[in-house]
Nanobody, 117 residues
């Protein structure tokens, strides 16, 4: 399974970015996809997760500013990030898991998001 993320970069505080992540290489059906992030010196934390039915979970620090969505036909997850803050600076990792595989989660390599003040 490969997860290819795109859309990271440098943005000023208050700006927006949209991340995308496409999953490929599995014959199984997507169960959920999502994003975690890790800032220097901090633990990886949940940003947002969405299942194939559209149910979502957000980390507390992004709720109301970020929106996650999924295109099941394309096995692609999107993260619309608005009102970005310097504290959103981190490497963002996408993940995917499949209904037919219990307790297995695949991870992408990560994409850097930097928010300048």
């Amino acid at each position: 399974v490969q997860l290819q993320a795109s859309g990271g970069g440098l943005v000023q505080a208050g700006g927006s970015l949209r991340l995308s992540c496409a999953a490929s290489g599995s014959i199984f059906s997507i169960g959920s996809m999502g994003w975690y992030r890790q800032a220097p010196g901090k633990q990886r934390e949940l940003v947002a997760q969405i299942n194939s039915g559209g149910s979502t979970t957000y980390g507390g620090s992004v709720r109301g500013r970020f929106t996650i969505s999924i295109n099941n036909a394309k096995n692609t997850v999107y993260l619309q990030m608005n009102s970005l803050k310097p504290e959103d600076t981190a490497v963002y990792y996408c993940n995917a898991d499949y209904w037919e595989e219990d307790n297995v989660r695949y991870w992408g390599r990560g994409t850097q998001v930097t928010v300048s003040s």
